[in-house]
């Protein structure tokens, strides 16, 4: 492992830390569907870090269900969190379109 992989890494792994500490502090704070959707989505991706931190190290066994030439967790950790992060999306676009904010927003940038 050379010096920039283990900087990317601990880049990631700090950065993943930090965010996922925040979002959990939040977590305690708020009831909105969007940010816990968000939240989740943030936890996931920092499990998916993690993940392929230990998949990288040899210490994660990652040949039990393969899908091809990848291994199922690594692909399903991967799109989770956009998965979580897409739902948050839409829970706020579905939010704002039956307020009827989306229309008087709209109209408000044309003028």
Known sequence: MDSGQLVYILG?????AAASFLAIMLWARIRE??????IIG???????????LLSILGI?????FM?????LLSILLSCLSTSFFI????????R????????????KEQT
Not at 12 to 16: C, F
Not at 67 to 71: E, F, V
């Open 60 to 64: 994660g066994n990652d040949f039990f």
């Open 96 to 107: 704002k379109y039956r307020q009827g904010n989306w229309r008087r927003a709209k109209v």
């Open 67 to 71: 899908l091809g030439s990848m291994p």
């Open 12 to 16: 990631r792994l700090i950065l993943g």
């Open 87 to 94: 739902a948050a999306f839409a829970v706020m676009v579905a």
């Open 42 to 52: 943030v936890i996931v991706a920092y499990a998916e870090t993690v993940y392929s």
């Open 33 to 38: 569907a969007a940010w816990i959707f968000v």
